[in-house]
Structure formats: structure tokens, C-alpha cells
């Protein structure tokens, strides 16, 4: 509370529960100058404020100021930077959007030309499906007979099986990929 708040005689200091402390601790939103009674201490407080009103002023300066930073951004096309008036904004004007644009579009798929190029993209997404799987089989296989003997794996092992997990993704995702070039 502010020191005009407080009454008669907590500011006399004659109750023993109102032990006050004005040791200069203003509002950070008003200024004003802040006594704590001995029930709640300011020591503990991230922000010292007086009032909801002012709890609400700082809090919505705080919020402001943090999506504003957010908002900072470098132009995808043109380098340049610009504050950014929605979140998932990655061009600074609509030129250079409309630049954008035409870069993706005219950005060449890739799409096969001829029957032999969609057979032999065909023979690669089996070569790399069968590779992914020879390579799951090793790993189950690995991983079932290290059960049945109880035997634990230690840090660097499990570490080598998520290594080769990430393969198998890794190979699986390019599959699919080429899959969808045809």
C-alpha cells in the first residue's frame, strides 16, 4: 500500500504486527512511495506495485514490449529489418512477398521427364526401403538377443541404437520423398 493508504497507527508505529519499512521502495508504474507492513515483505517481490491499476499498466508494458521484440525480424528477400505487424510475417512489404512468390513458383520440382526416369526413381525408393529395413531387422535382432541373455546396455550402446534410429528415419523420409517426386 502507499503511505497515504496506511492508517493513523500503523504509521505511528504503534502496533507490533505493523512493523513498517519505508526505506524508499517506489511503485515501478506510479512512483509512488511504497510501505510494507511485517506480514508481507517486499524482499521476496519481483515488482513492487501499488495497485491493480498499476499491476495491470506494467503487465501489459511488459507483454507489449516482449511481443514487440518478437516482432523484430529480417526480410526473407530483401535482408532488410522491419517490425513485423503479425507473428508469422517473413517479408517486410508486399513487393517483396510478391518476390517471394514468384521464387517459389518458378523453382523447378522435381518431377521426372521420362518412363525411365520414374522406373529408375522407383528402383532407388526399393533400394532404400530395403536398406532402411535390413537395418531395423539388425537392430530388433541385436536388441532381442541382449533380452534374453539379461544383459543391460549401457550408455554408449543405447546411444549407437539411436544413431542407427535416426537412420532408418533418416532413409525412410528420403523414400518418401522420392515417392512424392513421381
Same mark, same amino acid.
Given at each position: 500500500?502507499?503511505?497515504?493508504?496506511?492508517?493513523?497507527?500503523?504509521?505511528?508505529?504503534?502496533?507490533?504486527?505493523?512493523?513498517?519499512?519505508?526505506?524508499?521502495?517506489?511503485?515501478?508504474?506510479?512512483?509512488?512511495?511504497?510501505?510494507?507492513?511485517?506480514?508481507?515483505?517486499?524482499?521476496?517481490?519481483?515488482?513492487?506495485?501499488?495497485?491493480?491499476?498499476?499491476?495491470?499498466?506494467?503487465?501489459?508494458?511488459?507483454?507489449?514490449?516482449?511481443?514487440?521484440?518478437?516482432?523484430?525480424?529480417?526480410?526473407?528477400?530483401?535482408?532488410?529489418?522491419?517490425?513485423?505487424?503479425?507473428?508469422?510475417?517473413?517479408?517486410?512489404?508486399?513487393?517483396?512477398?510478391?518476390?517471394?512468390?514468384?521464387?517459389?513458383?518458378?523453382?523447378?520440382?522435381?518431377?521426372?521427364?521420362?518412363?525411365?526416369?520414374? /522406373? =529408375? !526413381?522407383?528402383?532407388? %525408393?526399393? *533400394?532404400?526401403?530395403? &536398406? +532402411?529395413?535390413?537395418? #531395423?531387422?539388425?537392430?530388433?535382432?541385436?536388441?532381442?538377443?541382449?533380452?534374453?541373455?539379461?544383459?543391460?546396455?549401457?550408455?554408449?550402446?543405447?546411444?549407437?541404437? /539411436? =544413431? !542407427?534410429?535416426?537412420? %532408418?528415419? *533418416?532413409?525412410?523420409? &528420403? +523414400?518418401?520423398?522420392? #515417392?512424392?517426386?513421381?
Amino acid at each position: 500500500m502507499c503511505e497515504g493508504c496506511t492508517l493513523p497507527y500503523m504509521a505511528a508505529r504503534r502496533h507490533p504486527h505493523f512493523v513498517l519499512d519505508i526505506a524508499g521502495h517506489p511503485c515501478e508504474t506510479c512512483g509512488r512511495e511504497m510501505v510494507f507492513t511485517g506480514e508481507v515483505s517486499y524482499r521476496y517481490r519481483k515488482h513492487v506495485l501499488c495497485c491493480e491499476r498499476c499491476r495491470w499498466t506494467f503487465y501489459n508494458r511488459v507483454r507489449d514490449e516482449a511481443s514487440t521484440q518478437a516482432r523484430e525480424k529480417v526480410c526473407g528477400v530483401c535482408g532488410e529489418a522491419f517490425t513485423a505487424t503479425r507473428a508469422d510475417a517473413k517479408t517486410c512489404s508486399a513487393k517483396c512477398k510478391q518476390k517471394a512468390y514468384r521464387q517459389r513458383r518458378a523453382a523447378p520440382a522435381v518431377v521426372p521427364k521420362t518412363e525411365t526416369d520414374k /522406373g =529408375e !526413381i522407383r528402383k532407388k %525408393i526399393k *533400394r532404400v526401403r530395403a &536398406a +532402411a529395413l535390413r537395418r #531395423r531387422h539388425k537392430v530388433d535382432d541385436a536388441m532381442m538377443v541382449a533380452y534374453r541373455a539379461g544383459v543391460k546396455l549401457t550408455d554408449e550402446e543405447w546411444e549407437l541404437v /539411436g =544413431e !542407427i534410429e535416426d537412420e %532408418i528415419e *533418416r532413409l525412410t523420409m &528420403a +523414400a518418401n520423398e522420392l #515417392r512424392d517426386a513421381l
